[in-house]
């Protein structure tokens, strides 16, 4: 059975080129960059070949790159270091309701260190309003975290506008750029930002290298603490393969992004103009402003998990966003902070395309996706009800 | 016995602050290379290992240590260069 991947925000797979690059420190060139002869040295270059061209990638400076193992990794460095390094000047710290786990429970560890956290509200499209941001600083905030884009709903945030208004009261500002960075230009210069988070596997590099932007002259608390790899700011022994892979991940968007944003586009509008034209299915997220190969719905009546298995079986791999655990449901708070109702935000799915994808892919998933909703809403009780089930109305797409 | 010293004014400045050790004594090495003869460094570090080694580090690699300064957050050491 041909298999046809579309879960992207989840991980992509690692492209042939950057395979290749990183084999030879799998084998030969295996030395510890931080050691004085030969292997040590080819590893330390590989390494600084690595961060321009991951610095190239967001227009920051070498030096501003550190390298961890995972974009969550980078999310808490971030939220911790600078909530630490600032907590005399303040202890309040600001997050959206769209971040990733890795922001909002390294949020919910500063709340228990001390430190007050407002989780900043949303629109019906996912957006932070700027206004929000100005009215919820107070003089204790310190920090805002926003992400760049949620890969949830593909809803891209106005990050530039955020920084101004932090930048009136000189506050810090940190961007999650995990779904954006390799994606979508990322300019951190543009952005304004102080810190950003990027990840390796979300533009064809490998699991196991993120990095973190941190703008030259900003100071940072470790969060592992050690020797003085990254400049004694991450401790640990570099995971050589992978921050090549990253670098040439890196270079490779660097070049390609324009093509690829190009590419995935009529891929991503196909699938929502065919979707949002089937009863009771409605795009979460904003229609205009979001990921190139992102298309996520709600469907009502239906539990997302459900979905998932029975494309599954036709050899279509998605995502939820509303995860189910063992007895109780448990809706997306992405969705729920959007205005989603819960019974909704049951139906979420989420399509992601990437560039092994075909435009005869989404023909295929046209075909099948219909058909699936139509099995799961005969057996649904909830599906009974039709017309007159309360608050289904108030989904973004329906206009 | 420490000695503190007040508005010295250094030629060069470098943040080191929550760097790990040993970043104090190679930043100190690094920079002070790039400094001209009788030149001033100031380096700003949170590192407290740091009273003991840049001291004796100035003494060992024969550069005058002027003192150092104290903020809540980071100290800040003071060396001028001597050695070429």
Redesign the interface.
């Known amino acids: 059975m041909k298999k046809y991947y579309f879960d992207h925000v989840a991980t992509n797979p690692l492209h042939p080129a950057v395979l290749e690059a990183m084999m030879p420190y799998f084998g030969e060139k295996f030395g510890n960059p931080l050691s004085v002869y030969e292997y040590g040295s080819q590893a330390k270059d590989a390494i600084e070949d690595a961060r321009e061209k991951v610095a190239g990638l967001v227009n920051a400076k070498p030096a501003e790159i550190i390298f961890t193992a995972s974009g969550a990794e980078a999310n808490n460095f971030a939220l911790r270091?600078i909530a630490l390094?600032k907590q005399?000047e303040g202890k309040h710290v600001l997050v959206s309701r769209m971040e990733h786990h890795s922001i909002l429970n390294s949020a919910r560890f500063l709340e228990k260190s001390g430190f007050a956290v407002t989780y900043l509200p949303v629109n019906k499209q996912g957006v932070v309003d700027p206004e929000t941001v100005r009215k919820s600083i107070t003089k204790e905030t310190v920090l805002i975290s926003v992400t760049h884009a949620s890969s949830e709903v593909g809803t891209i945030e106005p990050i530039r506008e955020i920084v101004k208004v932090a930048k009136e009261h000189n506050i810090i500002v940190h961007t999650d750029a995990v779904a954006t960075t390799g994606n979508i230009p990322v300019d951190v210069q543009e952005l304004g930002v102080d810190l950003l988070t990027m990840a390796a596997h979300q533009f064809y590099g490998p699991k196991g290298a993120g990095a973190l932007y941190v703008k030259q002259?900003l100071?940072?608390?470790?969060l592992i603490?050690?020797?003085?790899q990254e400049?004694?700011?991450r401790?640990g022994t570099e995971n050589v393969p992978a921050i090549v892979g990253m670098g040439k991940a890196a270079e490779m968007a660097t070049a390609e992004l324009g093509q690829r944003m190009e590419y995935l586009r009529p891929l991503r509008d196909r699938l929502i103009e065919a979707m949002t034209g089937v009863p009771n299915v409605v795009l979460t997220g904003d229609r205009q402003n979001r990921l190139p190969g992102h298309a996520s719905f709600c469907v009502e009546f239906i539990e997302g998990e459900a979905m998932l298995l029975l494309l599954a079986a036709k050899g279509i791999f998605s995502a939820s966003g509303s995860a189910c655990s063992s007895k109780a449901l448990k809706a997306s708070p992405v969705l729920l902070a959007m205005g989603i109702p819960s019974g909704l935000a049951q139906g979420s799915i989420v399509f992601s395309f990437g560039m092994g994808n075909a435009p005869e892919d989404v023909d295929n998933l046209l075909n099948e996706f219909p058909a699936v909703i139509k099995r799961l809403r005969d057996i649904s009780p909830y599906a009974q009800g039709w017309g007159d089930r309360e608050g289904g109305d108030s989904c973004t797409a329906k206009k | 016995m420490m000695k503190f010293v007040q508005d010295v004014k250094p030629d060069v400045t470098t943040?080191?602050?929550?760097?790990?050790?040993?970043?104090h004594l190679?930043k100190l090495e690094e920079m002070i290379k790039e400094l001209d003869q009788g030149q001033i460094l100031e380096i700003m570090t949170d590192y407290d290992g740091a009273l003991e080694d840049i001291p004796a580090w100035c003494e060992k690699t024969g550069n005058e240590f002027l003192g150092m300064d104290e903020t809540?957050?980071f100290f800040k050491f003071y060396i001028r260069k001597l050695a070429r």
């Open positions: 270091g390094a005399n002259g100071r940072i608390v470790p603490y050690g020797g003085i400049s004694g700011r401790a | 943040d080191i602050v929550y760097m790990m050790c040993p970043m190679l809540p957050d």
